[in-house]
C-alpha cells in the first residue's frame, strides 16, 4: 500500500498546529445583578442591559456576591445576617449574629470563604469571616465604617472605609494598614479591583470614581456622577457603577469612555456578576493527549518516514 507523504506531513502538521496557534478568547455572556435599594428588589440585567426582577419583598438589600456554584448572598441594611439565594431564588439564612453588624459588602476568598464589612448603624469596625458552613468569626479590627470589599489577585482584601476617606489594605492573617487617602477619596462607597490589580472607588458625596495604582497612587477616572455606589468589572475589563441618584448603571471602558447599560433601577447599590467560575473570558484547551504534540511532532515524523517509506 503506498502511503502519500506529502499528505500525512500535512495531516500532523494541522494537528500539531493546533497545540501551538493561540486561539482567541471567547467572552461568555454575563448577567449582571443589581440590588435596588428603594424597593427591595433584587434585579437581574442581561447583557443586553434588559431588566427583569430576580427577587422582591427584601428591605433595603444592599451587598452582593456570588459563589463557585452559583449562589447569591447578600446583606440588607440595618439587618444583622447574611441572605443565601439559591439560582432559582430560594431563600435562606446563612449566617447571623457573631459579630454581624449591619453589614454590607461581601467578598469570598478562593477557599469559599465569606468576609462581611460590618459598617454599623453609626460607626462599625470589624471585618467578619464566614465559613461555607456559616460559622461567623472577626477577621479583623480598627476599621471605621468600611463598606464594600474586594480581594486582589495575592489575597489581600481592600476596603472602602467611609468615616476616613480612605482606602484600608488587609493581609490574610488580618493585619490592617492605610492603602491610599486623599487625592479626591471623598465618601468611598464601592470597590472594585481590575485584572492589571488597580483598585477603583466611587466617592458617594463628590460624584466621581477614583482610581488606584498598586502602589498608592490615586487618580480620578469617572466624574459627573450622582452619589455613584457599587462597581463591579465584566470579564473584558469594563467597569459597571450603580448610580444611585439617577437610577442608572453606567459602564466604563478602561479607557474611562462612559455609556449608559440599564435605567429603571430604584436606588441601585450593590452589584454583582452572575460567574460561577470568576472571570469568563477563556482561552480553550486541547485534551491532553493533543498539548503533547508540538513537543512530538519531530518523533512522530522520523517515525513516519521511516514506516512508511516506499521501498
Known sequence: MQISWTKLLVSVSAIALLGLVALPKMALAQDLYVTTFNNGTISKVTPGGTVSTFVSGLTQPNGLAFDTSGNLYLTTYGVNSIFKFTPAGVQSTFATGGGLNNPY?????????????????????????????GTVSTFATGLSGPGRIAFDSAGNLYAANWN???????????TVSTFASGGGILSPYGLAIDSAGNVFTS??????????????????????????AGLTFDSL???YEADYGSNTIFKFT???????FATGLNGPTGLAFQSAIGPSSVTPELPGAMQLLPALLPVALIGARKRFKKA
Request: hydrophobic share 35%.
Open 237 to 239: 475589563g469594563n467597569l
Open 203 to 228: 466617592n458617594f458625596t463628590s460624584g466621581t470614581i477614583s482610581k488606584i495604582t498598586s502602589g498608592g497612587v490615586v487618580s480620578t477616572f469617572a466624574t459627573g456622577l450622582s452619589t455613584p
Open 105 to 133: 459588602g461581601l467578598a469570598f476568598d478562593t477557599s469559599g470563604n465569606l468576609y462581611a464589612a460590618n459598617f454599623g448603624i453609626a460607626n462599625g469596625t470589624t471585618i467578619s469571616k464566614i465559613t461555607s458552613g
Open 254 to 260: 478602561s479607557a474611562g469612555v462612559k455609556s449608559t
Open 164 to 174: 476616613t476617606n480612605s482606602i484600608l489594605k488587609i493581609t490574610s492573617g488580618g
